[in-house]
């Protein structure tokens, strides 16, 4: 499977305190993108990025912040967890093309969170 | 609602039956893509197909789209119980022919195949 790397891969953490998820990946891709899924559900885009420097927001609402100052990481914080961003966060790259069709995208194993 | 919808959304078959899943979808797309997910990991993925292509095989997969109906289908030949997951569609939504890379995914099929 890709070179691509979540930590941790589960967290349970009470609401309120600040967290980060990790996301590394060694392909050396220029997209990177924040997925949230909750069980048995589709998954829904959060962030993305299209290089060093480039975030947007996804198509659902999140409380959460990015950044990538590297192209290999590109990490997703919360400020203050509650119950409700208790969910699957998966992230995933792929190779840029200069073309309209677009490459697959690697996904990480993801980083199940449960605020209490 | 969401842009891909799957069809159906679970499928119980016995090893050696071919699985066939469906996808449909609302807007004009640059292409399709299937991915499988094992249960508590990330989405592997399986096989893209162009908005200009009809059908795509790859292995025991083989993938058809049909862009005047907006749908899609994945089948899986000869099924092991390996291939017990979820499977989901994705689709690249043709922006003037430039793709950003933000797939839209359907809610999954979730497939089990006894031995």
């Known amino acids: 499977e890709a070179d691509i790397y979540q930590t941790p891969r589960y967290l349970v953490i009470g609401t309120g305190k600040k967290i980060t998820l990790e996301c590394s990946q060694t392909m050396g891709h220029d997209k990177m993108y924040w997925y949230q899924q909750d069980p048995g559900m589709e998954l829904h885009l959060i962030h993305y990025?299209?290089?060093?420097?480039?975030?947007e927001k996804g198509d659902l609402s999140s409380e959460s912040t990015v950044s990538r100052i590297r192209t290999e990481h590109f990490p997703l914080t919360l400020e203050s967890a509650r119950p409700s961003h208790t969910s699957q966060y998966l992230c995933?790259?792929?190779?840029?093309?200069?073309?309209?069709?677009?490459?697959?995208?690697?996904f990480g194993n993801g980083t199940r969170l449960t605020v209490t | 609602s969401q842009q891909g919808e799957e069809d159906p959304q679970a499928l119980s078959i016995q090893e050696g039956e071919n699985a066939t899943m469906n996808c449909s979808y609302k807007?004009?797309?640059?292409?399709l893509q299937w991915y499988r997910q094992n249960s508590g990991r990330g989405l592997v993925h399986l096989i893209l197909i162009r908005s200009n292509e009809r059908e795509k095989h790859s292995g025991r997969l083989r993938v058809t789209l049909d862009t005047s109906k907006k749908s899609s289908s994945l089948l899986i030949t000869a099924s092991r119980a390996a291939d017990t997951a979820s499977y989901f569609c994705?689709?690249?939504?043709?922006?003037?022919?430039?793709?950003?890379?933000?797939?839209?995914f359907g809610q999954g099929t979730i497939l089990t195949v006894h031995p």
């Open positions: 994705a689709t690249d939504p043709n922006a003037g022919g430039t793709s950003y890379g933000k797939l839209t």
């Open positions: 995933a790259s792929s190779e840029y093309r200069r073309s309209s069709y677009n490459s697959p995208l690697h």
């Open positions: 990025s299209y290089g060093v420097n480039s975030t």
């Open positions: 807007t004009s797309i640059n292409n």
